[in-house]
Nanobody
């Protein structure tokens, strides 16, 4: 298990950018695929993207592909979500999460596969 704390949320105009950070505690951060999810009011939590522990490759939901970028710095135990060209429909609480399984070769995209979650950070995009 890792403990996760997100930061960087806020209010931004449509077309703007934000960078979210997720700081992890624990010595095995580098062993986990790290995901980002979001949840808008009245909607289910949805997958945004995930970055592999092994290759560093990232995979994205179609709705954010080309606009969002996930990166990680294992030396700082931190994963980032750079969000560009933000749209009002990106408004949500954003959560980072660690896969339940260390060293997994499977890239999961469903919330149930992630065992550790941050508290979330609010992102609001005004039109």
């Amino acid at each position: 298990q890792v403990q996760l704390v997100e930061s960087g949320g806020g209010l931004v105009q449509a077309g703007g950018s934000l960078r979210l950070s997720c700081a992890a505690s624990g010595r095995t951060f580098s062993a986990y695929n790290m995901g980002w999810f979001r949840q808008a009011p009245g909607k289910e939590r949805e997958f945004v993207g995930v970055i592999s522990w092994s290759s560093g490759n990232a995979y994205y939901a179609d709705s954010v592909k080309g606009r969002f970028t996930i990166s990680r710095d294992n030396a700082k135990n931190t994963v980032y979500l750079q969000m560009n060209s933000l749209k009002p429909e990106d408004t949500a609480v954003y959560y980072c999460a660690a896969d339940s399984t260390r060293y997994t070769r499977v890239v999961h995209t469903t919330p149930g596969a992630f065992g550790s979650w941050g508290q979330g950070t609010q992102v609001t995009v005004s039109s």
